[in-house]
């Protein structure tokens, strides 16, 4: 079984930035490919970024390419969402989510593939 809690969302002015913290425990942390995914009201989730064992790999959707950095720290049990030049698109409530296995790009970026889920950080950017 996998815990995980999602902070240090907000609200931030357009063009802003804002750093999502996700900290696991419960599991061996190195052993899940992490995933961010994000929902606004009326909207289905949708996939934001996606990254590896090791994470030497990562994935993001068109939308955020060059904007939003994911990465994370095995030694810490966190995987962090880097959130630049945010845009009034950008705003909902954004999921870090846990999945055992190999890593696939494909596969990562779809929501039924995740075993773990948290309980989400509402994210927002003003126009």
């Known amino acids: 079984q996998v815990q995980l809690v999602e902070s240090g969302g907000g609200l931030v002015q357009a063009g802003g930035s804002l750093r999502l913290s996700c900290a696991a425990s419960g599991a061996t942390f190195s052993t899940y490919v992490l995933g961010w995914f994000r929902q606004s009201p009326g909207k289905e989730r949708e996939f934001v970024a996606s990254i590896s064992l090791s994470g030497g790999i990562t994935d993001y959707t068109d939308s955020v390419k060059g904007r939003f950095t994911i990465s994370r720290d095995n030694a810490k049990n966190t995987v962090y969402l880097q959130m630049n030049s945010l845009k009034p698109e950008d705003t909902a409530i954004y999921y870090c989510?846990?999945?055992?296995?190999?890593?696939?790009?494909?596969?990562?970026?779809?929501?039924?593939?995740?075993?773990?889920w948290g309980q989400g950080a509402q994210v927002t950017a003003s126009s």
């Open positions: 989510a846990a999945r055992k296995g190999v890593y696939s790009a494909f596969s990562a970026r779809q929501t039924q593939r995740y075993d773990y």
